[in-house]
């Protein structure tokens, strides 16, 4: 099953040069059936990151792109009268939330209504509408873009909310020879149409879900995970900057997310036990988005990869 997971990653390699890093968080976020949030400047490849995803992946694809105009039904779709000779029935018509991959582009433009019918469809895995509710597919995974510099016409994702994504992946520009690449990849591709190769089925997922569910974590690990998380709420004892860079540490969702994606790296490594790397490999998507920094940070200088580098840096692996 590993070899079938990891050939995958390779085929969504060969489609997104250079992001290898960001296609291997995609994947822990997948095995550990959490949601991503993707951010990065125009045009580094984060929505044809998903379409890859979803090309080689056998599963529904829907893209919902969000305008300050949308309204919630727009997403859950509604109730819709129809008739059949002399009888009217009312009967719910699914909107595009239901799929097995979501891709949500330009979030943070939605206002606050459709962002909490969205926010049920994460967290509940279900939609409200008209008093009765209706269940996600097995297989559902929110892949949410936003732009960090374009403000204009935005609305800031409510704490809530982004403590509900697992993942929070950075994208950053490819080196020169990955662009290199990326030109001869998206010349060939105008010149002929190939056929998508590497497809996972879903049964293929959920089969890698039961085994990650078998890896072990030490108590030690236990420690560790919860002392990270703890150190953003309290800082860490010798080091006075972390208190004073964050005004509001992370959930326990935070220490929740750092099991699950510590031992979907683990399974990965070909391990059937978690590591304090295992952990830290995990620690900048899951913590990032986790904790409101202070003043005194923005006045520093430091944003919330320095703060976790700083956490990293100062907590040790309990004995």
Known sequence: MKNTIIEFEKHIGEAVVGQEAVVRQILIALLADGHVLLESLPGLAKTRTVKAIAARLAATMRRIQFTP???PSDITGGETLLQSGAERVLQFQPGPIFGNLILADEIN?????VQSALLEAMEERQVSVAGKTHAMADLFMVMATQNPIEQEGTYPLPEAQMDRFLLKILITYPTPQSEQAMLQLL???TKETRAVEGTLSQEDVFAARREIQNVTVAPAIDAYIVALVNGTRHGI???????RWIEVGAS???A????R????????EDRNFVTPDDVRAVAHPVLRHRMVLSYDANADGIDADQVVDRLVETTPVPA
């Not at 433009?109 to 209504?113: D, L, S, V």
């Not at 004892?237 to 208190?243: I, K, R, Y």
């Not at 994606?261 to 990965?268: D, E, F, G, I």
């Open 69 to 71: 105009d949308l309204l």
């Open 187 to 189: 010349r060939n591709e």
């Open 252 to 254: 326990p969702r935070g």
């Open 237 to 243: 004892a010798g080091d006075a900057d972390l208190a």
């Open 261 to 268: 994606a510590a031992r979907v790296h683990a399974w990965l």
């Open 256 to 259: 929740i997310g750092l099991d």
């Open 109 to 113: 433009r939605a206002p606050a209504k």
